[in-house]
């Protein structure tokens, strides 16, 4: 297995960056190991699903953050659990936090969105938490592409937990209209549930046309993840891509 690219700008203004997408499981497992294992990944964007909603939130994921060497973008309560965390060398324009119709009986969803730059590179991020009802999950894959294009940037970097598979209604209407990363350039694992069982990929990025991907895929053989960190830390296991994002500064 290649060695995943690491962090960097370029001469022509474009930057190889690292984006995480992780479900932490509102931080009910081993905090510890799962900054490990965020720490280990050097990733420079975090999107993070089931971020803690509830009595003192805020200081929780600002604890996250803290122990993962990151900072706190933007989402957790005020988007039902997605949530963005970033390194220093982002640096964030603006930030939305979008809240989605709440179907009766179900637990309501949201995004975490911002526009960020690194180098010469300007691009958007969504984390996402679809829902476990296949037709609201449709709808809300449609909203995503809406809430994408309305970040009104040339390149934009989407991912979460779908719960739903690469063959699944939802899971294909993302990836018929943005590129698969794990499809486009596999690297090590590819199932992410569950963390002592994978069976399913159902955790995925997708990128918008022009950002090259250079490896994705769950980081069992990244240097520093252990293997009774993933399966201690939480109920997802992680996806890491590097990708290579042109300049496009303001």
Same mark, same amino acid.
């Given at each position: 297995?290649?060695?995943?690219?690491?962090?960097?700008?370029?001469?022509?203004?474009?930057?190889?960056?690292?984006?995480?997408?992780?479900?932490?499981?509102?931080?009910?497992?081993?905090?510890?190991?799962?900054?490990?294992?965020?720490?280990?990944?050097?990733?420079?964007?975090?999107?993070?699903?089931?971020?803690?909603?509830?009595?003192?939130?805020?200081?929780?994921?600002?604890?996250?953050?803290?122990?993962?060497?990151?900072?706190?973008?933007?989402?957790?309560?005020?988007?039902?659990?997605?949530?963005?965390?970033?390194?220093?060398?982002?640096?964030?324009?603006?930030?939305?936090?979008?809240?989605?119709? *709440?179907?009766?009986?179900?637990?309501?969803?949201?995004?975490?969105?911002?526009?960020?730059?690194?180098?010469?590179?300007?691009?958007?991020?969504?984390?996402?938490?679809?829902?476990?009802?296949?037709?609201?999950?449709?709808?809300?894959?449609?909203?995503?592409?809406?809430?994408?294009?309305?970040?009104?940037?040339?390149?934009?970097?989407?991912?979460?937990?779908?719960?739903? *598979?690469?063959?699944?209604?939802?899971?294909?209407?993302?990836?018929?209209?943005?590129?698969?990363?794990?499809?486009?350039?596999?690297?090590?694992?590819? &199932?992410?549930?569950?963390?002592?069982?994978?069976?399913?990929?159902?955790?995925?990025? &997708?990128?918008?046309?022009?950002?090259?991907?250079?490896?994705?895929?769950?980081?069992?053989?990244?240097?520093?993840?252990?293997?009774?960190?993933?399966?201690?830390?939480?109920?997802?296991?992680?996806?890491?891509?590097?990708?290579?994002?042109?300049?496009?500064?303001?």
């Amino acid at each position: 297995m290649s060695a995943l690219p690491a962090s960097r700008t370029a001469p022509d203004g474009s930057a190889v960056v690292r984006v995480l997408s992780y479900n932490v499981r509102s931080l009910r497992d081993d905090e510890a190991a799962l900054a490990r294992v965020i720490r280990a990944c050097a990733p420079d964007l975090v999107l993070i699903q089931e971020a803690p909603r509830f009595f003192r939130w805020r200081k929780a994921a600002e604890r996250l953050a803290r122990a993962s060497g990151l900072t706190h973008v933007t989402g957790g309560a005020t988007t039902t659990g997605p949530m963005i965390l970033a390194a220093l060398r982002v640096h964030v324009e603006r930030t939305a936090d979008v809240l989605l119709p *709440r179907t009766p009986g179900l637990h309501r969803r949201g995004f975490a969105t911002a526009v960020v730059r690194v180098g010469g590179a300007r691009f958007g991020v969504l984390s996402c938490h679809l829902s476990l009802a296949a037709d609201e999950r449709y709808a809300q894959a449609g909203r995503l592409l809406a809430e994408l294009a309305a970040l009104d940037v040339r390149y934009a970097v989407a991912g979460g937990d779908l719960n739903d *598979r690469p063959d699944g209604r939802s899971f294909r209407r993302l990836s018929g209209a943005l590129t698969d990363a794990w499809a486009a350039h596999p690297w090590d694992g590819e &199932f992410t549930s569950t963390p002592r069982e994978p069976h399913q990929r159902i955790d995925a990025l &997708f990128t918008t046309d022009g950002i090259e991907v250079l490896g994705c895929g769950v980081p069992h053989g990244l240097p520093g993840v252990h293997a009774a960190d993933l399966t201690a830390a939480t109920d997802h296991l992680p996806v890491l891509a590097a990708l290579r994002i042109p300049e496009d500064a303001p």
